[in-house]
T-cell receptor, first 109, second 115 residues
Framework: QKEVEQNSGPLSVPEGAIASLNCTYS??????FFWYRQYSGKSPELIMS????GDKEDGRFTAQLNKASQYVSLLIRDSQPSDSATYLC?????????FGDGTTLTVKP | SAVISQKPSRDICQRGTSLTIQCQVD?????MFWYRQQPGQSLTLIAT?????????ESGFVIDKFPISRPNLTFSTLTVSNMSPEDSSIYLC????????????FGQGTRLTVV
């Protein structure tokens, strides 16, 4: 079992739809969780962080965390073609980040 | 956020040779990390670079293959030694904000191709 697992892609949604990305983690010692976006050939860039159970909203992005279920998700509302990228989920414990394999999202105009 | 400069940004190397990648941060940071991202895959942590002591390597990575230096709190190098085509990857340096469990900031990466 991988330490951080993401729903297999690729995921394709029409422009304006909601994209839902899911992630589970196995290390219960993980304290922080992050979503990174990575465009092809570029480095990952942070888009959302979440530390506590519940929802956290930032613009079109909502992160959800359920530590009891060891589950993290990212919702992207009103998806745009520019959101097309690979999204990486990361769980952090003692400063060390463990990344999932990523979910590739394509938003079709 | 930290500004991280990594170089070279890309290189094409002959098998059997070595390449040293440099990572410079614009502020002092406690922890620096080196990751590898093989084509189509996610990031795998190679090692944590500690200032004043030897790097801590993850399972599957050894110092002889990936020697790391951390001479001060703003700089680190990763050497990929005796390269083979399997070492063709993107190598990324990252730092955190100095507190535990914070987000990672990444350099722009080094795209290495071994021929």
């Amino acid at each position: 079992q991988k330490e951080v697992e993401q729903n297999s892609g690729p995921l394709s949604v029409p422009e304006g739809a909601i994209a839902s990305l899911n992630c589970t983690y196995s290390d219960r010692g993980s304290q922080s969780f992050f979503w990174y976006r990575q465009y092809s050939g570029k480095s990952p860039e942070l888009i959302m962080s979440i530390y506590s159970n519940g929802d956290k909203e930032d613009g079109r992005f909502t992160a959800q965390l359920n530590k009891a279920s060891q589950y993290v998700s990212l919702l992207i509302r009103d998806s745009q073609p520019s959101d097309s990228a690979t999204y990486l989920c990361a769980a952090v414990n003692a400063g060390k980040s463990t990344f999932g394999d990523g979910t590739t999202l394509t938003v079709k105009p | 956020s930290a500004v991280i400069s990594q170089k070279p940004s890309r290189d094409i190397c002959q098998r059997g040779t070595s390449l040293t990648i440099q990572c410079q941060v614009d502020s002092q940071v406690t922890m620096m990390f080196w990751y590898r991202q093989q084509p189509g895959q996610s990031l795998t942590l190679i090692a944590t670079a500690n200032q004043g002591s030897e790097a801590t390597y993850e399972s599957g990575f050894v110092i002889d293959k990936f020697p790391i230096s951390r001479p001060n709190l703003t700089f680190s190098t990763l050497t990929v030694s005796n390269m083979s085509p399997e070492d063709s990857s993107i190598y990324l340096c990252s730092v955190d904000r100095g507190s535990m469990n914070t987000e990672a900031f990444f350099g722009q990466g080094t795209r290495l191709t071994v021929v």
